[in-house]
């Protein structure tokens, strides 16, 4: 993982880093499940203080961009980038908009809609190739 | 708890001359335990009057200043005991060598850790031999650090431990100061001028100009507080915008820059008020916050 930090163009550092990181996991350079440098470490090789990495960090886990493993380290989020997940729900949502539309259109009842997914989710399942 | 038993440094309105001269001026300033606090300004500001004040090399003439809560001229052991220190002119004594200055610092701390003390010996490579005379400056200010560093302090204190040295040595003292405090509760108190250093390792910081503190804060508080705006008003303008908290303002005609020194200011109803258009608003570098306030 490679950070630049400048100090001449007035950005706060935990900033540069959090950007940086952001832009290595959206862009697939840090892959999910990917484990980052513990905080000392990497405040050590950018030369900055412990407290701005840390800072950094915790601004990237609340983002959903990474995830503290109990004792064990700090990793790239498995779902992925958050942005993007937020970006499928939202696909995948519209969709369900519709289906409902025309499902009332129909008068399915709420409980026929569900029996109906379940149906060809699991017709859905046994068509898929063994993995 | 209570702000003194929280803060390693406390300096209440400490003034110092040196004949007519006035060197310190009613400094008040507060150190909180643990971090790493920059103390900035140019020559001849002051910073090392105060620090000598720190380490009990000089006594206040007037107001007071605790370490620990201790004073460090009344009680220099149970001050210096816990503190590291490396002058500004590195002042070892020059006819011993390397191992004997190791030993000879070794009896003055209870705390000393030998073992500690040859791991920073090998890490800066420095021969135990080699007489101290005969050190290169950046291993002479490696030499300095190690006897600073090998007791363990509670305090270290570095006064412009960079200056005159190549990126090589000043990043072993940089990295020295982010290790010291990424041990708990330690503290690191560090004079400099070169403010990217301070920028990147320092938690809060100090400004010291003409024997005073100008601005005291917490380097998020620094950086949030200031920034560079530029308006463009629809007509050009013959006098300067007036912003609250505005510390300069440059321009002419339809765009004017200004730097705000703080965050509550009417900028917003100024702007509302006058149709102009904000076309920049931007955090400044610590270098560019130093300047502001010093040239004022």
Redesign the interface.
């Known amino acids: 993982m490679r950070i630049h930090?400048s100090?001449?163009?007035?950005?706060?550092?935990y900033m540069q880093i959090v950007n940086q990181i952001k832009y290595q996991v959206t862009s697939g350079k840090l892959p999910p499940g990917a484990e980052l440098p513990p905080i000392?470490a990497l405040?050590?090789t950018?030369?900055?203080?412990?407290?701005t990495v840390a800072r950094a960090y915790r601004e990237l886990q609340q983002g959903g961009f990474l995830e503290n493993r109990r004792t064990a380290g700090t990793f790239v989020s498995d779902q992925g980038s958050p942005l993007a997940l937020r970006e499928k729900r939202k696909i995948l949502s519209e969709r369900i908009d519709q289906l409902l539309a025309e499902a009332h259109q129909m008068n399915f009842s709420h409980e026929e809609i569900q029996q109906l997914l379940k149906d060809r989710y699991d017709l859905f399942q046994s068509s898929q190739p063994a993995r | 708890m209570d702000r003194a038993s929280e803060s390693v440094i406390e300096i209440q309105s400490l003034t110092r001359r040196f004949g007519a001269k006035e060197v310190l001026n009613g400094i008040d300033l507060s150190v909180p335990k643990g971090g790493v606090f920059g103390l900035i300004g140019g020559n001849g500001a002051g910073k090392t009057t105060l620090i000598k004040h720190l380490i009990g090399m000089l006594k206040p003439q007037h107001g007071s200043v605790r370490i620990f809560g201790k004073d460090p001229v009344d009680d220099p052991v149970g001050v210096l005991g816990r503190v590291g220190y490396l002058s500004e002119d590195r002042d070892l004594p020059n006819w011993m060598r390397v191992g004997e200055l190791m030993s000879y610092t070794s009896a003055f701390y209870p705390r000393w850790d030998n073992h500690y003390a040859e791991e920073l010996r090998n890490s800066f490579d420095l021969d135990r031999n080699a007489k101290v005379k005969t050190l290169s400056r950046g291993q002479r200010a490696r030499a300095g650090l190690l006897v600073a560093l090998a007791h363990r302090p509670d305090l270290l204190i570095l006064d412009e431990p960079s200056s005159g040295l190549d990126p090589v040595v000043r990043r072993d003292i940089l990295g020295a100061i982010i290790r010291t405090i990424a041990d708990e509760g330690r503290t690191v108190l560090f004079s400099s001028h070169l403010l990217d250093e301070v920028e990147r390792v320092a938690d809060r910081i100090a400004i010291l100009h003409g024997g005073r503190i100008q601005l005291a804060a917490s380097m998020e508080e620094m950086k949030e507080s200031h920034r560079r705006v530029t308006l463009r008003f629809d007509k050009a303008q013959t006098q300067p915008p007036v912003v609250s908290g505005m510390l300069s303002c440059e321009g002419e005609g339809q765009e004017w820059t200004m730097i705000l020194g703080q965050t509550d200011n009417n900028l917003a109803q100024m702007v509302a008020a006058s149709g102009a258009t904000v076309i920049e608003n931007e955090s400044l570098s610590l270098d560019e916050i130093f300047l502001t306030r010093v040239l004022r």
């Not at chain 1, 100090?7 to 550092?13: A, C, F, M, S």
């Not at chain 1, 950018?46 to 407290?51: G, H, I, S």
């Open positions: 930090i100090t001449t163009d007035g950005v706060p550092i000392r405040a050590e950018l030369v900055v203080n412990p407290n």
